[in-house]
């Protein structure tokens, strides 16, 4: 075979293979791609996922907390309510004490007793109607 052939042949063997390997780089970068968008789609999935998981579990806290709240300032209301009728049998056993403290000192325990009862009554403070901020500033 002359060499002008041969060279005829090897020119287009050259184009042929680097169009093969054209079309071989062309195939791999799609499937490359696909691969990749598979990938980014599967990671955009688990954090949307762990998205809804936190969201769940923060509702159920501030659930928690509300209850809570809640049960606290039910029990609040009873240690307020207790101190009250406290101070009451105090005040009328202490009229029927064959010697009585004094008015003025049953006054101002008295006083100082029903001032702690209302501030820790959530009724009287009005601490029911305080909207409820979950976090750990919250002050009850």
Do not use: C, H
């Amino acid at each position: 075979m002359p060499l002008e052939d041969q060279l005829s042949e090897i020119a287009v063997e050259v184009i042929v293979r680097g169009e093969m390997q054209y079309r071989e780089s062309v195939v791999r970068k799609r499937e490359w791609l696909i691969e990749r968008k598979a990938e980014l789609q599967e990671k955009a999935r688990q954090q949307q996922q762990e998205s809804e998981r936190r969201a769940r579990e923060l509702k159920a806290e501030l659930e928690r907390a509300r209850v809570d709240r809640l049960l606290g300032e039910a029990s609040a209301l009873a240690r307020a309510q207790e101190i009250r009728r406290y101070v009451e049998a105090v005040r009328m056993a202490n009229a029927n004490l064959e010697t009585p403290v004094s008015a003025v000192e049953i006054e101002a325990w008295s006083t100082w007793a029903l001032r702690e009862a209302d501030r820790i009554d959530p009724v009287a403070s009005l601490a029911f109607a305080k909207p409820y901020n979950a976090g750990p500033d919250e002050a009850e």
